[in-house]
């Protein structure tokens, strides 16, 4: 019990946090809104997941989180994308674990 305490008190909540929501419930959610499929990609799949990722690497760069943290995001986002949205979007993924990292890279001293 003391190391899942432990384990609890050194996570980050809100990266955590935000990676389900942003991950997982936004692209589902915006998914299913009446838009056109270049309209659902542009805005929320490229530009506020796009935008996210290099929050979430400046966040790990910044608190010198685990590089590891930068995984939560793009995994959740494939989650969702295998059970829930097309198939094209699986591609998003490694991008913004791309983009995650090439923040917190050029973070890095």
């Not at 506020?48 to 590891?68: D, E, H, P, T």
Request: net charge positive; no cysteine.
């Amino acid at each position: 019990m003391a190391i899942f305490k432990s384990k609890w008190q050194t996570i980050d909540k809100l990266l955590w946090g935000l990676g389900i929501v942003f991950g997982m419930v936004v692209p589902v959610l915006t998914d299913r809104l009446p838009l056109t499929r270049v309209h659902w990609v542009v805005w929320f799949l490229l530009l506020v997941n796009g935008i996210y990722s290099i929050w979430i690497g400046n966040r790990v760069a910044r608190r010198q989180l685990n590089i590891l943290s930068l995984l939560v995001f793009p995994v959740l986002f494939l989650l969702a994308a295998y059970f829930f949205m097309p198939h094209f979007t699986y591609y998003f993924a490694p991008a913004y674990w791309a983009v995650s990292y090439l923040t917190w890279a050029s973070r890095q001293q």
